[in-house]
């Protein structure tokens, strides 16, 4: 694919920075064209966090007629990044826009946790422009480590005034899937499918206790603590003050 992506360029004699996306088949792992993108991608920082070259700079230079200052042989991928893209949107009605005023915001940090964000407290999510509010990128020796520290940002970081991703976000790193790493582009569909059965094995474990707690209630009035007709046993009260009441005639 890395191949094909540079002839896709140099057919154009583009020069700059820009990305080649593909889909590939886990059949028989060929891959096909879907697009190219004439700039940085969101997920840039993923990229810069793995290999340590700030992509940003380089297309600064390269537009200034510098060439590159690595070559290919110079790459070396290391650790695990993991970006989500956090947007003003509601995950509970089929990611809608939420536009409106940021009354709150508070931003996580911490080793290996990278925001990178254009908005402040008091700020307007118009909708006439894109609602992403920020990139989280966070960056571990493994993808272990990289989902702990994904997951300790993504519970500092607060929102207040309109509805965001964050809160689909944490979801998706608690999910068995998403962790081990077998992700495809039906990720979402299997991932809401998952969640509807949870939520459903969750309400029968809870009309399960609530049942329970019935049946407890009702056997306990059943037997009556003052009642002695030979069928049940006394409580422990009753034998308490029988057992006091003949310890005072002795």
Request: proline share 4%.
């Amino acid at each position: 694919m890395g191949a094909c992506a540079v002839k896709v360029a140099k057919a154009v004699n583009y020069v700059g920075a820009g990305t080649v996306e593909f889909l590939v088949s886990d059949l028989d792992r060929s891959f096909y064209f879907l697009e190219m993108n004439t700039r940085l991608q969101v997920e840039h920082p993923v990229t810069e966090l793995v290999t340590g070259i700030d992509l940003v700079r380089e297309q600064i230079n390269v537009a200034w007629g510098e060439k590159l200052s690595f070559t290919q042989n110079d790459i070396q991928l290391r650790g695990h990044a993991i970006e989500c893209r956090v947007y003003a949107e509601d995950p509970e009605n089929n990611f809608l826009p939420s536009p409106g005023r940021i009354t709150r915001l508070r931003l996580p940090h911490g080793p290996g946790v990278r925001d990178d964000g254009g908005v402040y407290e008091g700020a307007e999510v118009s909708i006439y422009y894109d609602p992403m509010i920020s990139k989280l990128a966070v960056y571990g020796r493994d993808r272990s480590e990289a989902i702990g520290r994904m997951r300790s940002a993504l519970m500092e970081y607060e929102v207040g005034g309109i509805k965001t991703t964050l809160a689909f976000f944490r979801e998706v790193m608690e999910d068995e899937v998403f962790i081990s790493g077998n992700l495809d582009t039906g990720f979402i569909a299997g991932f809401n499918e998952r969640k509807r059965h949870r939520e459903i094995d969750q309400t029968t474990r809870d009309i399960a206790v609530i049942a329970a707690v019935l049946a407890y209630s009702d056997k306990k009035k059943a037997v009556s603590p003052n009642s002695n007709d030979g069928a049940t046993t006394p409580s422990r009260w009753v034998m308490a003050g029988r057992e006091a009441s003949q310890a005072r005639r002795s």
